[in-house]
């Protein structure tokens, strides 16, 4: 097989364009796979039968503190324990597009689809999934930054 790699300043920065004759389908999969593999994953743990999962960090929507644990909820709506407090979570999560947005929350910023100022200095999100969460204003620059 012989691969020839080519840029294209046009397309999306995580974005690429892989063409194969048809007959090779077996090496589509292959690559899926080699991609799949490469994900960073995390392990969390699953409440209904306290097994281990790896779940991959790009599935994840929001991660929220509870007691000395946190709640992953995914893109999905599953929910599982992630064994960690909250501030040694977000070391984590923070190199992978997430950011703090108060004391108890931690979002993809991949997942805002809308934000809107309200009152006391914060700042309303509106998440994929239509939840709704306010970031307090001790972490508004952050947001600012991971937005541009």
Same mark, same amino acid.
């Given at each position: 097989?012989?691969?020839?790699?080519?840029?294209?300043?046009?397309?999306?920065? /995580?974005?690429?364009?892989?063409?194969?004759?048809?007959?090779?389908? !077996?090496?589509?999969?292959?690559? /899926?796979? &080699?991609? $799949?593999?490469? /994900?960073?994953?995390?392990? !969390?743990?699953?409440?209904?039968?306290?097994?281990?999962?790896?779940?991959?960090?790009?599935?994840?929507?929001?991660? #929220?503190? #509870? @007691?000395?644990?946190?709640?992953?909820?995914?893109?999905? =709506?599953?929910?599982?324990?992630?064994?960690?407090?909250?501030?040694?979570? /977000?070391?984590?999560?923070?190199?992978? =597009?997430?950011?703090?947005?108060?004391?108890?929350?931690?979002?993809?910023?991949?997942?805002?689809? $809308?934000?809107?100022?309200?009152?006391? &200095?914060?700042? @309303?999100?509106?998440?994929?999934?239509?939840?709704?969460?306010?970031?307090?204003?001790?972490?508004?620059?952050?947001?600012?930054? !991971?937005?541009?």
């Amino acid at each position: 097989m012989k691969l020839i790699f080519k840029t294209d300043t046009n397309i999306a920065a /995580e974005t690429a364009l892989i063409f194969t004759h048809p007959k090779e389908q !077996a090496i589509k999969q292959q690559i /899926e796979m &080699a991609i $799949q593999m490469k /994900e960073k994953t995390i392990t !969390a743990v699953n409440t209904m039968n306290n097994r281990n999962i790896q779940v991959p960090i790009r599935a994840i929507l929001i991660v #929220e503190s #509870e @007691e000395r644990m946190c709640n992953l909820r995914l893109t999905t =709506g599953e929910l599982y324990l992630y064994p960690k407090r909250l501030k040694y979570a /977000e070391a984590d999560f923070i190199n992978n =597009g997430f950011i703090r947005i108060n004391n108890q929350t931690i979002i993809n910023i991949k997942e805002v689809k $809308q934000f809107a100022p309200t009152t006391n &200095a914060r700042i @309303e999100l509106s998440l994929s999934d239509g939840s709704t969460y306010f970031i307090s204003r001790h972490y508004i620059k952050n947001f600012r930054r !991971a937005l541009s």
